[in-house]
């Protein structure tokens, strides 16, 4: 983001001809636009998840699962749970036992799963995206907000 150096500070605070519009109210609609796109994205990752579930019946030897976290919910990759094994969360790349799991599986279905984990990682990516957006967005809004109030007490 390009700044216009003014005086001694190399900020733009209050410059003419500046492309970013920081005004809270501008924010705030970006950030419901960003939240409607977040949300739309969840929508998605729940789709993908219902598709996988209706292409292969179970038994399956491992399933899309969402997975919720402190910075969101993703769509994770989970083995058939048994007594003996433990489900886990797992990736195709990088990892023995997503490894393994592809070589068990026949070509056909190899890859149709391939092209599941396509989708997974796109959608984990763009939400992952939106989903920090909104909380930089919120964190920063709610900042200025505190500094407002702080200015007007002085």
């Keep these: 983001m390009p700044f216009d150096a003014k005086g001694p500070f190399p900020l733009s605070f209050k410059g003419k001809g500046s492309r970013e519009d920081w005004r809270p109210r501008s924010l705030r609609r970006r950030l419901e636009r ?3 796109i977040r949300d739309e994205l969840e929508q998605c990752m729940r789709d993908l998840i219902d598709q996988f579930k209706q292409t292969f019946r179970p038994p399956r030897p491992a399933h ?3 997975h919720n976290t402190g910075n969101g919910q993703y769509v994770r990759w989970r083995l058939r749970a048994s007594r003996l094994i433990k489900q886990q969360y797992f990736e195709f790349s990088g990892s023995e036992v997503g490894t393994n799991l592809l070589h068990s599986l026949s070509p056909a279905v190899r890859e149709v799963y391939l092209d599941f984990e396509q989708e ?3 959608l984990n990516l763009l939400y992952g995206l ?3 957006e909104v909380k930089s967005l ?3 809004l709610d900042t200025v907000h505190r500094l407002g109030v702080l200015k007007r007490g002085i």
Aim: without cysteine; charged residues 20%.
């Design 130 to 132: 939106h989903h920090y």
């Design 138 to 140: 919120q964190h920063y």
């Design 120 to 122: 997974r990682l796109k």
């Design 34 to 36: 960003t939240r409607a």
């Design 64 to 66: 899309l699962t969402l």
